[in-house]
């Protein structure tokens, strides 16, 4: 028993909720229909408790959406209760027009706006002009369809008071409006975990909910559907709200372009169909429509659907064209082996890959020893911007997804937009804009980043093979190789000091060079260091005497050059030959010459040399 209440405890909140939600909607299904909403107030009630809660809980970026959704079931349901006062004082089943219309008026504006700023968060287009004339494309069909159904017969209707019919038809206006934005919702980008899907069902829910209660008023057959719908829609509500994916719901995704299916193009041909259908229906007396409502939305209709085909031919020529100059300046960047010319085509490149009217200047930024550094700049008035670019390189770095989306900032009543063109070091390319830059912007300046980065990373290799290459000649040469500081310390010395003199050369960085030199070569040694940093010779070679840690001597030849200037170097280089063996044996040639020497001038007897 113990472990059974321990396995009910441990299921997830969101998995109690919809199990709580479904028994409630069967017990609402069950029971008589007159006890329908003292059962569901309660507990719509308790929904609106615990959304609030949760919300509370909830951080800033991912709050505001849900807190216009929770605002628009308050204002409902506040509204419910003022209508059943309103009954109770008019002694009317259903009053219509009441003060209840305002604040469900009001609940429904929430809800439209708590369906926009999900949008945002999520796709962060939500002035995406292509998939808006979707939307308003699926709600026209919607709305010809249910004008044609039953509300033409309903507003026309002069039996039913102005005032009721009005307040119906602005309902099913507000309902049209929230389709749209939640086709616009479905229709964008972003991640689709398990909540997506679950406050999908609740808004669909909702709206089914509104039409059918809408369809009793114009009919007069009462369902007590809307009733039946309010618990389902709480339910997948608050699951939505406590299931763990609900935050990555707001999460921005990478922009991408979205595909033309066939589904897209089976749309624009269904909702192109639907006016001349039911004007068919109309000429042929099948159904009684009014022709002036069917030919008018047949233009509507037409015209939405030849700008939405307009819009698709010049995005897909504006992709043609940014994808010619990508390419261009892909190939230019391929023969680049200098970096200063690569950020320098990167930013000339950005009016070449967006709408070069919304381009007021580019700059690439390297950020070195925690600083920003201008690297390349189009337009004036970037030196002073660093700090601001500092302090959203942090945020860049902050975000893990930096290099797969554009980071939009606002500085001064000016757009920036940044791109991450490489993470090591953090190199960005910022834009200023004067527009605000759309979808196709956006991936333009992403792949111009990634083209700067991929061009960027291939100097550096070959910098690299060729900086290992040259370590792995001095690392196996048998010469030393030594480099010293601004102090004569030395700040590299080569793997060959080991097997020359015996000493480990991890023991000898920062020491004076002195310490390997014999006494007696000090002051050569000295002179030629103050002849060479003086600037009278950049180069000379000297034979001077190092000690090994036996405390032997040991000849060497030593070349000394100034490579102060040298970026790479950045010291004077030491560059120390042992020629002990060289001097021994010049040594014995001078002996075995003296000797001989002797020999013939103190000799009586005839020598010759032939």
């Known amino acids: 028993g113990g472990a059974a209440d321990v396995q009910t405890v441990g299921l997830p909140a969101w998995k109690r909720i919809l ?113 808006w004339l979707d939307a308003l494309i699926v709600v026209g069909a919607i709305g010809i369809c249910a004008w044609a159904v039953g509300l033409e017969a309903y507003a026309l209707d002069d039996s039913i008071a102005l005032g009721e019919r009005v307040v119906n038809l602005g309902y099913s206006a507000l309902a049209l409006t929230l389709i749209a934005v939640s086709a616009r919702l479905v229709h964008a980008p972003g991640n689709r975990p398990a909540s997506y899907y679950f406050i999908g069902v609740s808004m669909a829910l909702f709206v089914t909910s509104d039409l059918l209660t809408t369809a009793e008023y114009v009919t007069g057959v009462e369902l007590g559907f809307g009733i039946i719908l309010t618990v389902p829609i709480w339910s997948f509500f608050l699951a939505t709200l406590y299931h763990p994916t609900m935050e990555s719901l707001t999460d ?88 200063s010319e690569i950020y320098g085509l990167g930013v000339k490149g950005v009016r070449s890959v967006c709408d070069a009217g919304k381009v007021a200047g580019a700059a690439v930024v390297e950020q070195r020893d925690a600083r920003m550094h201008l690297m390349a700049t189009e337009g004036p008035g970037w030196s002073v911007m660093l700090d601001a670019i500092g302090t959203w390189a942090g945020d860049v770095q902050s975000e893990s997804s930096g290099s797969t989306s554009i980071q939009m900032h606002f500085l001064e009543g000016t757009r ?102 014999d006494d007696t070569s000090h002051l050569s040694l000295a002179e030629s260091i103050e002849t060479i940093t003086s600037g009278h010779n950049e180069e000379l070679t000297r034979e001077l005497q190092l000690i090994d840690t036996s405390g032997s001597l040991k000849w060497f030849e030593v070349h000394i050059a100034d490579r102060r200037g040298d970026p790479d170097i950045g010291g004077i280089a030491i560059n120390a030959r042992d020629i002990s063996e060289r001097r021994s044996a010049d040594e014995a040639l001078r002996q075995n010459e003296a000797r001989f020497k002797a020999l013939v001038q103190h000799s009586s007897d005839l020598v010759a040399v032939l």
């Open 19 to 131: 199990l709580a939600g479904s028994a409630a909607s069967l017990i609402l299904v069950l029971v008589d229909p007159t006890t329908r909403h003292a059962i569901a107030q309660p507990l719509i009630l308790v929904g609106l408790v615990i959304s609030w809660i949760r919300i509370r809980r909830m951080q800033p970026p991912h709050k505001r959406a849900w807190q216009y959704f929770a605002a628009g079931g308050t204002l409902m349901f506040i509204g419910g209760a003022v209508r059943v006062v309103h009954a109770t004082i008019a002694h009317v089943d259903r009053p219509l027009p009441s003060p209840a219309d305002a604040l469900y008026y009001a609940g429904y504006v929430a809800f439209i706006l708590g369906a926009l700023e999900l949008l945002r968060r999520r796709s962060d287009a939500a002035r995406d002009i292509d998939a």
């Open 252 to 339: 921005t995704p990478p922009d991408h372009e979205p595909r033309l299916g066939v589904g897209r193009f089976v749309l624009l041909g269904v909702a192109q169909l639907i006016p001349p259908v039911f004007l068919a229906l109309q000429v042929t007396k099948v159904a009684a429509l009014s022709r002036t409502f069917l030919v008018t939305a047949a233009f509507i209709m037409t015209a939405i659907v030849l700008a939405r085909l307009t819009l698709l031919i010049r995005s897909r020529d504006s992709l043609l064209d940014r994808g010619e100059a990508l390419r261009d300046i892909a190939e230019r960047l391929s023969v680049e082996a200098d970096l």
């Open 416 to 517: 920036y937009a940044v791109a991450v063109v490489q993470e090591q070091p953090l190199t960005l390319l910022v834009v200023r804009t004067c527009k605000l830059l759309d979808r196709h912007d956006r991936q333009a300046l992403l792949a111009l980043a990634r083209e700067v980065g991929f061009a960027h990373r291939g100097v550096r290799l070959i910098e690299q093979r060729a900086q290992r290459r040259y370590e792995a000649l001095v690392e196996n040469s048998s010469d030393i190789v030594v480099v010293l500081d601004d102090g004569m310390r030395m700040a590299y010395i080569s793997p060959a000091v080991r097997p020359a003199l015996g000493v480990d050369p991890r023991s000898l960085f920062g020491e004076n060079f002195s310490v390997l030199v």
